[in-house]
Nanobody, 128 residues
Framework: QVQLVESGGGSVQAGGSLRLSCVASGYTYSRYFMGWFRQAPGKEREGVASIDSDGSTYYADSVKGRFTISQDNAKNTLYLQMNSLKPEDTAIYYC??????????????????????WGQGTQVTVSS
């Protein structure tokens, strides 16, 4: 059973940076995709960024050029480097995982229904 544990959230001022981490355990798949999602109060959960086991990445338009997703396979850890943070980035950020069969997924990788395993979330608050 795959387990995900996020960390790194906090409070920063607009323009600041944070790096989120997600440690994954319990999986043996060689092919997978992982993503970062966020949910602000009163809003639906939205995809922020994703990466697959081949290293291909996707980003939501709202974070392109500011956020970078990466992974350290030796540490089984997924990262989200967030720079130039804005108040509208305030949300609970979730890490997600699913096995990948190697088929083409494309932008659907930012849809929450593509994932079957979720972390507990970490709060990010950006003040103006």
């Amino acid at each position: 059973q795959v387990q995900l544990v996020e960390s790194g959230g906090g409070s920063v001022q607009a323009g600041g940076s944070l790096r989120l981490s997600c440690v994954a355990s319990g999986y043996t798949y060689s092919r997978y995709f992982m993503g970062w999602f966020r949910q602000a109060p009163g809003k639906e959960r939205e995809g922020v960024a994703s990466i697959d086991s081949d290293g291909s990445t996707y980003y939501a338009d709202s974070v392109k050029g500011r956020f970078t997703i990466s992974q350290d396979n030796a540490k089984n850890t997924l990262y989200l480097q967030m720079n130039s943070l804005k108040p509208e980035d305030t949300a609970i950020y979730y890490c997600a995982f699913n096995k990948w069969y190697g088929d083409y997924i494309g932008p659907r990788v930012l849809l929450q229904w593509m994932y079957n395993t979720w972390g507990q979330g970490t709060q990010v608050t950006v003040s103006s």
